[in-house]
């Protein structure tokens, strides 16, 4: 991965790279402990929400307490206009489709400001959960296919949150056999990868008492989220996010 900054090579960076706009390996960003991350739950007053400048690829499916769940779509090689992304703990992506390369570069953000950041392709089916920090960048989706992934912000106090993020690849599971896998779990959050066989119900929760998020990722409603939804059939995979801990106000109290 690259590391270049203000058109100098970092000792890090392979004698064959030429200077170019400041490139960051996304799996290095430094992370910000959740507890400076939620100075408040909203976009700022800025006009540079990404529902508004960036409606083509960010499409808000539900806000609440305890999260903002967004569909995120992208054609061949689009672009998105500089946009803000608000401070939450934590943030799960679940990838709907294979996607390519994407590049960020960042205008504001902890300890990427100026900095370019190359996220690699992804897989259908791949999840990751990571630390959130508010930043405002332009995108640029390098890939030749559309692609497709659920952004959920998540607005609940965040527990045992992992050092560096959380990256659960894509699971083979028998579609003919309903079934529930446990992909991580820590003190805020539970991540399941759900299978719903044809004709039957979806196996219920073992937390019921648990708010959740649904993200489906096979059949005709592929793609589709939904919050702690109720009597579910098949045939479907979904990923399910049970959340344990409770909602945390602007002012950082629950």
């Known amino acids: 991965m690259r590391l270049v900054q203000r058109g100098r090579l970092l000792p890090t960076t392979p004698k064959h790279l030429s200077p170019r706009p400041p490139v960051l390996a996304f799996d290095k960003v430094p992370l910000l402990r959740s507890s400076l991350l939620l100075c408040c739950l909203t976009i700022g007053a800025s006009g540079q929400d990404p529902y508004q400048v960036a409606g083509d690829h960010y499409h808000l499916v539900f806000e609440n307490a305890w999260a903002r769940a967004s569909r995120v779509t992208y054609g061949p090689h689009e672009t998105a206009p500089v946009h803000e992304h608000p401070p939450t703990p934590t943030t799960v992506y679940i990838y709907v489709t294979d996607g390519g390369e994407f590049r960020f570069r960042h205008i504001t953000g902890f300890k990427v400001s100026g900095y370019t950041i190359t996220r690699p392709a992804v897989k259908a089916g791949a999840i990751r959960f990571a630390h959130s920090a508010p930043e405002t960048h332009s995108v640029e989706y390098l890939g030749d296919a559309p692609t497709e992934y659920v ?23 028998d579609p003919s056999v309903s079934a529930i896998r446990k992909e991580f779990e820590n003190g805020q959050l539970r991540i399941l990868r759900v299978v719903c066989a044809a004709q039957q119900a979806c196996p219920a929760s073992q937390n019921p008492d648990d708010p959740a ?11 589709a989220v939904r919050w702690s939804p109720k009597a579910e059939r098949g045939p479907m995979e979904e990923v399910r996010i049970e959340l344990k801990t409770s909602p945390i106000t602007p002012n950082g109290s629950r």
Do not use: N
């Open 213 to 223: 998020i649904a993200t489906v990722l096979t059949g005709p409603e592929k793609g």
């Open 151 to 173: 952004r959920i912000e998540l607005r609940t106090e965040a527990l045992d949150t992992p050092i560096r993020d959380v990256r659960i690849p894509p699971a083979a599971m």
